[in-house]
């Protein structure tokens, strides 16, 4: 077979192997970007574990609810620095209170599902020896965080940490905050006493608040 007529079926093999190299590469392009999707709704979701199981001290409900007796928890870490406001806050000031403290971002929507029934409860309770604090992460500018609050009339302060160190403080295997939202109870001696990974309802928000108020 002379060379001219050798050549097309060189061509035909070399187009199938493009194909192939291209499909391929496509293939891996929506494996990645699937990937990809999973980390962001990772970062903002409606659920999640609760981090327990071993020597843990502290229970799981079923309402999804994380739990721990007065003589078991773990003292929260030093969460302080400046708010989405630009004032500086303390958190250990107010120890001596009981302290709700919600992880949040703009961009989250189970986080602005939640944001009116954390002012009602706030509104309610706010006289009881009790401060709410936010925690705003993951928002480049205080821009987004300034306009949520305002669209939501929330009046209490939020600690600005656009790269989730203050999360990182928190012990492994204790009630730490691992989703966006999450929300803590701290206690009067600035122990954690409940932790919810999960946007609340009122309903929710209150039954993790009044037991550690009625605390003696």
Same mark, same amino acid.
């Given at each position: 077979?002379?060379?001219? %007529? ?9 187009? #199938? ?13 929506? *494996? ?29 409900? %079923? ?16 969460? #302080?620095?400046?708010? !989405? ?12 209170? *009981?302290?709700?403290?919600?992880? $949040?971002?703009? $961009?989250? &929507? ?14 309610? !309770?706010?006289?009881?020896? *009790? ?16 306009? @949520? ?5 929330? #009046?209490? &302060? ?11 403080? @928190? ?10 939202? #999450? ?8 122990? !954690? ?7 609340? %309802? ?8 009044? &037991? *550690?108020?009625?605390?003696?």
């Amino acid at each position: 077979m002379c060379a001219a %007529s050798r050549a097309p079926q060189r061509s035909h093999r070399t187009d #199938s192997r493009n194909r192939t190299t291209r499909d391929r590469s496509r293939a891996a392009l929506l *494996v990645a970007g699937a990937a990809a999707a999973a980390l962001t709704l990772a970062a903002c979701t409606s659920g999640g574990t609760s981090g327990g199981g071993g020597d843990t001290n502290f229970v799981t409900g %079923s309402n999804g609810i994380a739990t721990a007796e007065q003589g078991d928890r773990d003292a929260a870490p030093e969460l #302080s620095g400046k708010t !989405v406001d630009g004032t500086q806050l303390d958190i250990g000031d107010y120890k001596g209170k *009981v302290v709700v403290v919600n992880v $949040w971002g703009s $961009w989250c &929507p189970p986080c602005r599902a939640e944001a009116k029934n954390f002012q009602k409860v706030y509104q309610d !309770v706010k006289d009881q020896g *009790v401060e709410f604090v936010g925690i705003n992460t993951r928002d480049t500018s205080t821009g987004p965080a300034k306009a @949520f609050e305002k669209d939501y009339g929330i #009046s209490y &302060p939020s600690l600005y940490d656009p790269t989730g160190k203050l999360m990182l403080r @928190f012990k492994k295997g204790t009630l730490n905050p691992q989703l966006i939202p #999450s929300t803590l109870v701290i206690d009067r001696d600035g122990k !954690v006493a409940a932790r919810a990974l999960q946007p609340l %309802s009122e309903e929710k928000l209150r039954s993790m608040v009044e &037991p *550690v108020v009625a605390e003696k």
